[in-house]
T-cell receptor
Framework: EPEVTQTPSHQVTQMGQEVILRCVPISNHLYFYWYRQILGQKVEFLVSFYNNEISEKSEIFDDQFSVERPDGSNFTLKIRSTKLEDSAMYFC????????????FGPGTRLTVL | RKEVEQDPGPFNVPEGATVAFNCTYSNSASQSFFWYRQDCRKEPKLLMSVYSSGNEDGRFTAQLNRASQYISLLIRDSKLSDSATYLCVVGGMDTGRRALTFGSGTRLQVQP
């Protein structure tokens, strides 16, 4: 069964550093998403991406964040200057264009900002 | 009022029991509804979509009441492997929006 993959599984970084989280969505899916989950809290939407552009973003997704699809398979989330409060689990998800917008999640990257 | 509200639990039930979870959502324009399950420190996994007519998948039955803005999940014959957090999820708040809004989850612990 096809699945979303994410790398790395755990990233530790110093405050102020840039990080890039990587995702490979399911191959025939056309919508891609990033969500985050701070430990002990609910999953929160960050951004959705379709047809090589952002289609929707939340208040959390400020100027420190950017997304890119650098090639036909990868989808990345960049955090330019990490803060302590960026420590969270970051989940990538994808969904097909047609039909109900069921979204399938990758295993996540645990980001720890020190 | 929270956008998607769930009882956090935990629900502690014996194997074989039937357990029901409820969820309410605040935006009447919501278009799509789901139950996901999440194991500790893992990703949300889609359990089932929820339709107005109600739907069943094996031991799991989901119901949606749009008038009351209420979603339910019934699990029959609980197994130890059903122990997880069950997330009520709402999507499509406005036409064209695909962002999912998650509840905080209801924790289920099935005991032998």
């Amino acid at each position: 069964e096809p699945e979303v993959t994410q790398t790395p599984s755990h990233q530790v970084t110093q405050m102020g550093q840039e990080v890039i989280l990587r995702c490979v969505p399911i191959s025939n899916h056309l919508y891609f998403y990033w969500y985050r989950q701070i430990l002990g809290q609910k999953v929160e939407f960050l951004v959705s991406f379709y047809n090589n552009e952002i289609s929707e973003k939340s208040e959390i997704f400020d100027d420190q964040f950017s997304v890119e699809r650098p090639d036909g398979s990868n989808f990345t989330l960049k955090i330019r200057s990490t803060k302590l409060e960026d420590s969270a689990m970051y989940f990538c998800a994808s969904s097909p264009l047609a039909g109900v917008d069921e979204q399938f999640f990758g295993p996540g990257t645990r980001l720890t900002v020190l | 009022r929270k956008e998607v509200e769930q009882d956090p639990g935990p629900f502690n039930v014996p194997e074989g029991a039937t357990v029901a979870f409820n969820c309410t959502y605040s935006n009447s324009a919501s278009q799509s509804f789901f139950w996901y399950r999440q194991d500790c420190r893992k990703e949300p996994k889609l359990l089932m979509s929820v339709y107005s007519s109600g739907n069943e998948d094996g031991r799991f039955t989901a119901q949606l009441n749009r008038a009351s803005q209420y979603i339910s999940l019934l699990i029959r014959d609980s197994k130890l492997s059903d122990s997880a957090t069950y997330l009520c999820v709402v999507g499509g708040m406005d036409t064209g929006r695909r962002a999912l809004t998650f509840g905080s989850g209801t924790r289920l612990q099935v005991q032998p």
